[in-house]
Nanobody
């Protein structure tokens, strides 16, 4: 079992920045950030396949956000810049470690464990 603890959410004005951090307590094959706005489905924002070092970034945040994996600290961070009101939502860290399961970064079913979430609010 892997525990995930998110931090770094908050309230900012449009154009501002936030850095979200996810601390993992154990080993995972892949990690990701998802977000969910009120009344909308959960969507993948960024992901990382640890062994193959492959990355995913959604079109919605591409060019404005970068993710980074620190193997020594066992963290997965999401740096978001030029934030827009539509970036508002609860951001969840997710991790998976099922042997033989292909990594589909945008499919929530790929991931075994989820954090409690951290809220990001962007005002116009």
């Amino acid at each position: 079992h892997v525990q995930l603890v998110e931090s770094g959410g908050g309230s900012v004005q449009a154009g501002g920045s936030l850095r979200l951090s996810c601390q993992l307590s154990g080993y995972a094959y892949f990690v990701a950030w998802f977000r969910q706005a009120p009344g909308k489905e959960r969507e993948a924002v960024a992901g990382h396949q640890i062994l193959e070092r492959r990355d995913y970034i959604s079109e919605a945040v591409k060019g404005r956000s970068t993710s980074s994996r620190d193997n020594r600290k066992n963290t997965f961070d999401l740096q978001m810049m030029s934030l827009k009101p539509e970036d508002t939502g609860m951001y969840y860290c997710a991790a998976g470690r099922t042997f033989g399961v292909a990594w589909n970064p945008t499919d929530p079913a790929t991931y075994n464990w989820w954090g409690q979430g951290t809220q990001a609010t962007v005002s116009s």
